[in-house]
Nanobody
């Protein structure tokens, strides 16, 4: 069983920056398609960024050019750098790993939360 643990959330002012990290219990971050999701109060969980085994990245339109997804292979972690934060970015942020579907980044961007076998518990980001 693979565990994903997010960290790095917090309260920031509008226009600020934040870096989120997702640690995997197995050092296979390069061999999995992975994604960051978020869920704002009263809204459905949505995928915001994906990265596949070939290093291809995709972003939701609402976060493009402000969010950057990367992998830290040495640490076995998935990262999400967020800049120019807006109040509408306030949400719980989750990471997820595709273990058996072998999705590409574009496919993962249109996928659902349940399409990812392993999912973290989330880290809260609040922008005011």
């Amino acid at each position: 069983h693979v565990q994903l643990v997010e960290s790095g959330g917090g309260s920031v002012q509008e226009g600020g920056s934040l870096g989120l990290s997702c640690a995997l219990s197995e050092a296979t971050v390069n061999r999995r398609c992975m994604a960051w999701f978020r869920q704002a109060p009263g809204r459905e969980r949505e995928v915001v960024a994906t990265i596949d085994t070939g290093g291809i990245k995709r972003y939701a339109e609402s976060v493009k050019f402000r969010f950057t997804i990367t992998r830290d292979s040495a640490k076995g972690a998935l990262l999400l750098q967020i800049r120019n934060l807006k109040p509408e970015d306030t949400a719980m942020y989750y990471c997820a790993a595709d273990w058996s579907r072998h999705m590409s980044a574009p496919q993962a961007l249109t996928s659902k939360w349940d399409d990812f076998e392993y999912r973290g518990q989330g880290t809260q980001v609040t922008v005011s």
